[in-house]
Antibody, heavy 126, light 107 residues
Framework: QVKLQESGPGLVKPSQTLSLSCTVSGGAITSASYYWSWIRQSAGKGLEWIGRIYTSGGTNYSPSLKSRVTMSVDTSTNQFSLKLTSVTAADTAVYFC??????????????????WGQGTMVTVSS | DIVLTQSPGTLSLSPGERATLSCRASQSVATRFLTWYQQKPGQAPRLLIYGASSRATDIPDRFSGSGSGTDFTLSISRLEPEDFAVYYCQQYGSSPTFGQGTKVEIK
């Protein structure tokens, strides 16, 4: 059973870079079944998709965050990572890593965020 | 981005009652791209329904999803104590977006 666990600092200063990692356990991150996303949840904006990374290294980012987001994957450690630059108080949120997969019920292919980490709270404050 | 509007914001019901939650999209969403999640306090969201109407693994059959186009519904036929939670709809367009959630609380 694949499980996800976020890690990283819980406090980041304004204008600095938020860096988080997600460790995949119970299976290889290179599994063809999954691609890997970051999602955040704040009181003000609810659930917000940040972006996804494929094990090939390809990425898709939210248009509203694209200029500040970088995602990467490290197959040797079974981890994928998020960097968000120039943070402000508006970036304060619980950050979740999630695994997406395409669920096949012939003839349909239906994507879903199938597995989630427990989430990690990140506060942006001086 | 496609905006999803969920209603009502809060649903106050008793165990055993039926819950009907609405999700309306700002533009048409293909049914295969509409999912529902359940979230309890302090936990991550949990996949309930994908493809608008297919239950995820281990989800009881009292949960059902329906709809097409811009109007989708999550129904819980008989509320169990563990069903009181917040429910989110989500769509896959050019970027995934979530509704703001419906809280199902004990009356």
């Amino acid at each position: 059973q694949v499980k996800l666990q976020e890690s990283g600092p819980g406090l980041v200063k304004p204008s600095q870079t938020l860096s988080l990692s997600c460790t995949v356990s119970g299976g290889a991150i290179t599994s063809a079944s999954y691609y890997w996303s970051w999602i955040r949840q704040s009181a003000g904006k609810g659930l917000e998709w940040i972006g996804r990374i494929y094990t090939s290294g390809g990425t898709n980012y939210s248009p509203s965050l694209k200029s500040r987001v970088t995602m990467s994957v490290d197959t040797s450690t079974n981890q994928f990572s998020l960097k968000l630059t120039s943070v402000t108080a508006a970036d304060t949120a619980v950050y979740f890593c999630a695994g997406e997969r395409d669920i096949v019920l012939v003839p349909a292919i239906m994507p879903a965020f199938d597995i989630w980490g427990q989430g990690t709270m990140v506060t942006v404050s001086s | 981005d496609i905006v999803l509007t969920q209603s009502p914001g809060t649903l106050s019901l008793s165990p055993g009652e039926r819950a009907t939650l609405s999700c309306r999209a700002s533009q048409s969403v293909a049914t295969r791209f509409l999912t529902w999640y359940q979230q309890k306090p302090g936990q991550a969201p949990r996949l309930l329904i994908y493809g608008a109407s297919s239950r995820a693994t281990d989800i009881p059959d009292r949960f059902s999803g329906s709809g097409s186009g811009t109007d989708f519904t999550l129904s819980i036929s008989r509320l169990e104590p563990e069903d009181f939670a917040v429910y989110y709809c989500q769509q896959y367009g050019s970027s995934p977006t979530f509704g703001q959630g419906t809280k199902v609380e004990i009356k």
